[in-house]
């Protein structure tokens, strides 16, 4: 987990982690059988594509403008100390009549496959 303090903090705490028990617990069917749940935590959470697109998609479901989200989300992965990143939007931008693509690359990348609507690259150097 990228931010184990989200899901800690506020209302609820602990328990908040024992409802996601059972709710995963009926989801699959094994209510009978123990689960555990074990957070670890993410030292680079901005490092990874996942959770920097999940960060894109709150932005932009709070109307913040997405060149400004990209840039954001750019500035936060090159403070993680990766070697390049390219963030792609794609669809009804801003909730305008006709779709497009919009893209920012920074730094050094490879390609890589990414995720529908919103696609992350991130180049890490792994000789270091």
Not at 13 to 39: F, H, S, T, Y
Not at 72 to 94: C, F, N, P, S, Y
Request: proline residues 3%.
């Amino acid at each position: 987990m990228g931010f184990p303090k989200l899901l800690l903090e506020g209302k609820g705490g602990p328990r908040r982690i024992e409802e996601l028990q059972i709710d995963v617990q009926k989801e699959i069917n094994c209510v009978n059988r123990k689960l555990n749940i074990a957070l670890t935590r993410i030292t680079n959470p901005y490092g990874h594509p996942n959770i920097l697109a999940e960060f894109i998609a709150g932005q932009l479901k709070n109307r913040v403008s997405f060149r400004k989200a990209m840039k954001k989300a750019i500035e936060l992965t090159e403070q993680a100390g990766t070697k390049g990143i390219q963030v792609q939007i794609a669809g009804r931008i801003d909730g305008k009549e006709i779709a497009r693509v919009e893209w920012i690359r920074e730094g050094r990348l490879e390609l890589s496959i990414g995720v529908l609507g919103i696609k992350i690259w991130i180049f890490v150097d792994e000789e270091v």
